[in-house]
């Protein structure tokens, strides 16, 4: 039926290029780590760089508050909105002011107080009463609005350059 000369017998070539690969594509993505760019442009401040492994060593500070005793786990969500309210409040009402889009906003707790912490960019023409005011209005309107006392704790740089630790 079929000539000897077409029954061709599939070289390894060949099957490697037809064939379907089953293996796990490699994105190599790892949680907590930033992506290297081709320029070194993306900034990274010291809490940024550290691995996330260090999470309890290099950046405890970060996890010193009272939110996991037992009796707070219950309130867990309403903290996360909280935190959420908080954020968007300092972005929105320090909207030229606010260092790296916001992220480096710490919010701390600490029994009944909340604590604000992060780094704020000052202008040329920095009007320190107008500044104070702002602290104050904040402190009061989240403490209403949230039923607790805040305090802020920010410190102010001259640009986004000062707080690097690194660039990527």
């Known amino acids: 039926m079929f000539a000897p000369a077409l029954l061709v017998r599939p070289s390894a070539s060949t099957t490697l290029a037809r064939g379907i690969s089953t293996t796990a594509c490699l994105n190599k993505n790892q949680a907590g780590k930033y992506r290297s760019t081709v320029n070194r442009s993306q900034l990274l401040t010291y809490e940024m760089a550290q691995k996330p492994h260090h999470i309890g060593v290099r950046k405890s500070w970060l996890t010193w508050h009272s939110q996991n005793l037992e009796g707070?786990?219950?309130?867990?969500?309403l903290?996360?909105?909280?935190?959420?309210?908080?954020?968007?409040?300092i972005r929105g009402?320090?909207?030229?002011?606010?260092v790296i889009s916001g992220e480096e906003i710490v919010i701390k707790r600490r029994g009944n107080v909340v604590i604000v912490a992060g780094f704020l960019q000052y202008s040329r023409r920095l009007d320190?009463?107008?500044?104070?005011?702002?602290?104050?209005f904040t402190e009061e309107f989240l403490?209403?609005?949230?039923?607790?006392?805040?305090?802020?704790?920010?410190?102010f740089v001259e640009s986004e350059a000062d707080i690097a630790y690194n660039y990527i």
Do not use: C, N, T
């Open 143 to 155: 403490s209403i609005l949230l039923k607790q006392p805040v305090k802020l704790e920010f410190a």
């Open 72 to 77: 707070f786990r219950q309130s867990q969500p």
């Open 79 to 89: 903290m996360v909105v909280h935190d959420e309210v908080i954020r968007r409040f």
């Open 128 to 136: 320190i009463r107008r500044i104070y005011w702002m602290f104050g």
């Open 93 to 98: 009402f320090f909207p030229q002011h606010v």
